[in-house]
């Protein structure tokens, strides 16, 4: 697993640079819409039934006003919005930056 080694906030958008030296940029906007957590996403009981994750899924003007490293696998970001408990993974942060 990379690990990020410097994360700055570039316009828009949260540039991180990571161990092996890759570049990642996520807008501010998109960040937000992929937030992994269960507000956002949902979650699902033993039988496989959603609950939540019903809310907006755009977000124009969102701002990141901070983050903080979750021990040694996570970043959790601080919305404008008031959005704060989605754990973004280091992998998950590279995949969504894929897509």
């Not at 977000?59 to 704060?84: C, K, L, M, T």
């Amino acid at each position: 697993m990379q690990t990020p080694v410097n994360i700055q906030l570039i316009g828009r958008e949260v540039g991180i640079v990571w161990g092996d030296g890759r570049e990642t940029y996520h807008p501010f906007e998109d960040l937000r819409a992929a937030s992994p957590s269960a507000s956002n996403q949902g979650e699902r009981d033993i039988l496989g039934n959603r609950y939540g994750g019903d809310g907006p899924k755009r977000f124009p003007g969102v701002e990141v006003v901070g983050w903080e490293q979750v021990g040694n696998y996570a970043i959790r970001f601080d919305f404008s919005d008031g959005h704060r408990t989605g754990l973004y993974s280091y992998d998950y942060l590279r995949q969504i930056a894929q897509a």
